[in-house]
């Protein structure tokens, strides 16, 4: 079956600095990614991605001089002999812009004052059935005092504050819903709510090697992501954090431990050893929560950043150190530190690592650390945003139902 076509409609485009701005971004980059045919109309900005043709229209620009003039006359309640050519040049603007396009995403032109010829031109072609409308609305005149000034009774203003028909209607918290309720003066089960979202890999500028890891060994349902940064060699007592590991998952967490080195290469028993842990990774039942990653490429000093900043621990329980340089990194990164009681340990994190002793059970280190994430309200949140905010997942179940309603 043919995917709808899409349009995203806004006063400007990227790079243009702003929340809408930064949203419409993410939200073609999307369609793009689910290969919707996708282009952006807007007055000002420059194309953002080669995937995505950007149609400019001046006066659709909220800051166009001739619609400057016009909004002028129209903040003191006058409806001048410029504003119904302007109207006619958008529609017929906008007509030939939109081809074929079957979805016609507008952002805030339905529900703010800033080009209100460009909302008329918008309610002609709604009115024509010219294309199905979805009205994104991130902010309303009518509910804002610092625009009370501008807003007048009668047309064109009032479209601004009632449901036209046979436009889907989004706004993005439930905050906005009840407020575009209370501008309707009426509840509507049929306002859907689409939050802003994030892409972790983007903002954390996570490499496309790391991403790929993270895709296929799906790290972002890690919970929690523990790092463990060392090559497989006997005093790393590797075999502790699988046990401590195993222990989480009893206890109702879904943890994956990542460990980064291959074996060590200068001592010929820890192929062995290595064969033993992957021994206890079967008996214990952890084979999908405890990953060598070695096995899966080299890690390379841009690939251990991105899994500091990915993890929401280091779990670290040497048998000897001399040092430990991984607790400094942790410390940098902000991760909680759990690690063995070694005097280096000590003497470079000195009360600020959890630890525990050579002689502490897997099972009470890992009720300490269960309690630890339990209560830890930046570990909260991290999962919070992964779970609901990214913004695959909020197109997978929130965008992409609409397009196809």
Not at 50 to 57: A, E, K, M, Q, V
Not at 169 to 182: C, D, G, T
Not at 349 to 362: D, L, T
Request: proline residues 7%.
């Amino acid at each position: 079956m043919n995917k709808p076509r899409i349009a995203l409609l806004h006063y400007a485009a990227p790079p243009t600095i702003g929340g809408v701005e930064t949203t419409i971004a993410a939200h073609a980059r999307l369609l793009a990614d689910h290969d919707y045919p996708v282009q952006v109309i807007a007055g000002r900005g420059k194309r953002f991605d080669r995937r995505i043709p950007l149609r400019l229209i001046p006066c659709i620009d909220s800051k166009s001089p001739r619609v400057l003039r016009v909004n002028e006359e129209l903040a003191h309640g006058g409806v001048s002999k410029k504003f119904y050519p302007l109207v006619e040049q958008l529609t017929r603007r906008l007509e030939a812009a939109l081809g074929r396009t079957d979805v016609l995403i507008v952002h805030n032109a339905l529900s703010l004052h800033k080009n209100l010829a460009l909302t008329v031109a918008l309610k002609n072609l709604n009115d024509a059935q010219h294309v199905r409308l979805i009205a994104w609305c991130h902010d309303f005149a009518w509910e804002d005092p610092q625009y009370a000034a501008d807003l007048h009774p009668g047309l064109p203003w009032e479209l601004l504050k009632q449901p036209w028909k046979n436009v889907t209607y989004v706004v993005v918290s439930q905050a906005r819903k009840q407020a575009l309720e209370n501008l309707w003066g009426a509840v509507n089960d049929k306002i859907a709510v689409v939050p802003a979202g994030i892409d972790p890999f983007e903002f954390l500028g996570i490499s496309k090697k790391t991403q790929a890891w993270v895709e296929q060994l799906k790290l972002m349902e890690a919970a929690p992501l523990l790092l463990l940064p060392a090559r497989v060699t006997r005093r790393k007592n590797i075999e502790r954090a699988m046990t401590i590991v195993a222990e989480l998952i009893q206890r109702g967490c879904k943890p994956k431990l990542v460990v980064t080195g291959p074996p060590g290469p200068h001592n010929p028993t820890n192929a062995a050893y290595l064969e033993q842990l992957f021994e206890l990774r079967k008996s214990l039942g952890i084979a999908d929560a405890v990953i060598f990653l070695y096995e899966f490429g080299t890690v390379d000093a841009s690939e251990m950043r991105d899994l500091y900043l990915l993890s929401d621990g280091l779990l670290f329980p040497s048998e000897r150190e001399g040092f430990g340089i991984p607790i400094l990194e942790a410390g940098m990164n902000r991760l909680p530190i759990f690690c063995a009681d070694l005097p280096p340990f000590r003497e470079t994190g000195q009360m600020y690592p959890n630890y525990f002793s050579s002689q502490e059970s897997a099972a009470s280190i890992a009720d300490r650390m269960a309690d630890w994430f339990r209560k830890d309200s930046v570990y909260q949140m991290k999962r919070r945003v992964i779970s609901e905010y990214r913004w695959e997942q909020i197109f997978k179940h929130k965008i992409e139902p609409l397009l196809n309603d």
